[in-house]
């Protein structure tokens, strides 16, 4: 899967955080309930060994994520056609409104910050356009026209 530097730092901090913190408390957790006695009914340290099941099983995934990890060099890309991390402004025909966004791998995707993912709709129609071109894109409100004002890095 691509990241962009910053996206897999941090994916790094997450996975460091489980480790460091995480997984230290969740140890501690089962201590604690071990010494209370009984385990065979003892439900705290059933749900403590449940959480420690589930976060060993996020950290492994993490790892593997971060190990198969490929960055994209933004130097390597052509910057008058709209591509992953490309910034584009594009214009409504119907309406006139503008939108800017910019497209990022789907996991960085947080629309709040005007970063949508290179597989949804409006990337998609997007991909390898360039300034001026008029691009129609299915969305589930039906087809709209848009054009590309601007694309910028």
Request: charged letters at 30%; aromatic letters at 4%; proline letters at 3%.
């Amino acid at each position: 899967m691509y990241y962009t530097l910053k996206g897999l730092n941090k994916l790094k901090s997450e996975l460091d955080h489980l480790i460091s913190v995480e997984r230290p408390l969740i140890s501690q957790q089962i201590a604690e309930a071990r010494d209370k006695g009984d385990l065979s009914e003892n439900a705290e340290y059933d749900a403590a060994k449940d959480a420690q099941g589930m976060l060993e099983l996020k950290i492994s995934k993490l790892q593997e994520i971060i190990r198969n990890a490929k960055i994209i060099d933004e130097t390597k890309l052509d910057s008058t056609k709209v591509l992953i991390l490309t910034t584009v402004k594009i214009k409504n025909t119907k309406n006139n409104a503008t939108m800017t966004y910019t497209l990022v791998p789907e996991n960085e995707a947080n629309l709040k910050e005007g970063k949508i993912s290179v597989n949804s709709p409006i990337a998609k129609g997007l991909l390898g356009k360039t300034e001026g071109d008029i691009v129609e894109i299915q969305v589930p409100a039906g087809k709209m026209n848009f054009e590309i004002i601007e694309i910028s890095r």
